[in-house]
């Protein structure tokens, strides 16, 4: 992480971090910042873990010390305009709902990641912050993931797909089907902001090209991404061996998925987490903070769920405070 | 679809083929055979068709016609040993189940593909034929899985994983949390035959070496099989752009799968369905045939359903017949 950081510092001449983690490692990472990066290095004692095999809303709301959730408490408090984890999601997803809450109308946030498919760019959300949702869970989740992508893809109307197991009507489990019906009223509410094209199928988020945001279950959405993810890896690894240098560029996956639904700018590192990962993650988590993309993204979610008939929301940051 | 029988034909000497679907359209593919082909080519008409629009179950019972309805009756009152089928899983499913009923302690079946995972193959199921199953329904897959793995694989003692969102114990969402024990107790009971490694997350299918046995629902492993096979065809572009006739051979997706707790030899076309994908169905029944697989795959599975104590089963084919 100490490395990931010192790699994102020295790219971005105008970044500040805060580490947030047990004292002596934390200040073992300042006493290895060089120092002219140390400057704009601060630490955040933060003592206790949340272990990978605890239960993480009852770890979370247990240790008040616990990593992730003072890493929130910068955010809330605005010593900190964004947070980078590269730890559990689940734990991130729990300190983030106890400490900043979520926004008007979201009951469960999800994580989007931007997938680099081969028809242009696609949001594939949730990718695991939220494994058991009900439809109207991922209802939200679809008018989170379409306010993301006219940000961050600069797509005037996306096109929304639901991942199942056919194209056709009717197919997939029976959530998909209760689904199906309320995503396309949806849509015909959104007066032109999105459109629903209907089911998509697993080939359809890493070749694209038929819809922008493809909206599932955190369980599946995080299983298809690692699964892609896996390909890529086994695929990377094969053509290096065999063309050595000359090996074509096999894309690479996202690195950093966005935590939708709460009230700031958290970044949650995905994959195996080397240094390289973690600056993307830091850097990332840099170019939302500056072009503005938290507020953009508040201002398409209201417009997205308030009701026909309601006044038009003044602009404005959401409110980063505790909201149950 | 007859494309692919001739080429099936052609490779393999001594196959039979028996064309179901409408009169029209088989007649032509007889007439498309080369003379000393054609005696090795049967038809048997059919000419009702299972949309795709169509709710599978219903449309299966309703119509006594329906092409891969009368496929099943054709393996059922053994005029052919194996079916083929490149439509609709759920319809083929729906067929297999009102034609051929179940095998005993089987409430529903599972699809099961072979994935050339990059440490040795992984048999993953359900890749669709049950996109909601209960706990108890995946515990039977589990068996059915490892049955299979004992067969095809040839590995005498498979590693069965649970696929989740993690791998440490109480990832993922409710249905993984109520199997987590089940499975591990399943395994103890197994003596031997066996062991259970827990969860698995997305990327040990494609990568293999954790499990040689992945379990998981029929929403999740059909949206994953895609999206994996997805990423293959991309690369695949993209290095046949890059590297010309040099390119690295990048590994083909699994063609065919086996529909697994039906009684009979029940092959899944799958992808999208060229000839050379039917003819490689095709070819894999018939080897399914040859090598008395589902007679096998049937004792296995009986030796891990039968409760301790149970008498040793007699040897035997499962019997053929309509059971509910």
């Known amino acids: ?12 001449p105008t970044l500040h971090v805060v580490l947030v983690g047990p004292e002596r490692v934390a200040e073992d990472g300042l006493a290895a910042c060089p120092e002219p990066l140390r400057t704009r290095v601060s630490v955040a004692p933060a003592g206790q873990v949340v272990g990978m095999e605890e239960r993480p809303v009852w770890a979370v709301r247990a240790k008040a010390g616990a990593t992730v959730r003072v ?20 734990a991130a997803v729990a300190a983030a709902h106890v400490v ?6 979201v009951h469960r946030p999800a994580l989007a990641a931007v997938i680099p498919a081969a028809a242009g760019p696609v949001v594939l959300l949730d990718v695991g912050a939220t494994p058991d949702p009900t439809a109207e869970v991922l209802v939200q989740h679809a008018s989170l993931g379409v306010a993301y992508a006219r940000v961050v893809l600069a797509v005037g109307a996306p096109r929304l797909g639901l ?10 489990d029976a959530l998909r089907r209760r689904l199906d019906e309320r995503l396309a009223a949806l849509a015909d509410a959104s ?26 279950d955190g369980f599946t959405g995080n299983v298809l991404l690692k699964g892609m993810e896996g390909v890529v890896t086994l695929v990377r690894e094969a053509t290096t061996e065999a063309a050595g240098a000359g090996a074509p560029a ?43 993309e938290h507020q953009r993204f508040g201002e398409e979610f209201r417009a997205l ?15 980063i405070r505790e909201v149950r």
Do not use: I, N
């Not at 890493?71 to 689940?90: C, F, K, Y």
């Not at 991942?163 to 997939?172: H, I």
């Not at 958290?266 to 939302?288: K, N």
């Open 1 to 12: 992480v100490v490395d990931g950081v010192l790699e994102a510092l020295r790219t971005d």
């Open 71 to 90: 890493a929130m408490e910068t955010l809330r408090d605005a010593a900190a305009e964004a947070v980078v984890t590269a730890g559990s999601t689940g």
């Open 100 to 105: 900043l809450g979520s926004l008007p109308g």
């Open 163 to 172: 991942l199942s197991t056919g194209a056709e009507q009717g197919r997939g």
């Open 191 to 216: 007066r032109g902001a999105f459109t629903y094209g209907g089911l998509v199928e697993g080939q359809h988020v890493p070749l694209g090209g038929v819809a922008d945001v493809v909206l599932t």
């Open 250 to 292: 096999v894309p690479a996956g996202p690195r950093a998925a966005m935590l939708l639904g709460v009230p700031g700018t958290v970044v949650v590192g995905h994959g195996a987490g080397r240094a390289a990962d973690v600056a993307a993650c830091v850097a990332r988590a840099a170019a939302a903070v500056r072009d503005g």
């Open 305 to 319: 769920t308030r009701a026909p008939g309601d006044p038009t929301p003044t602009r404005g940051r959401p409110d």
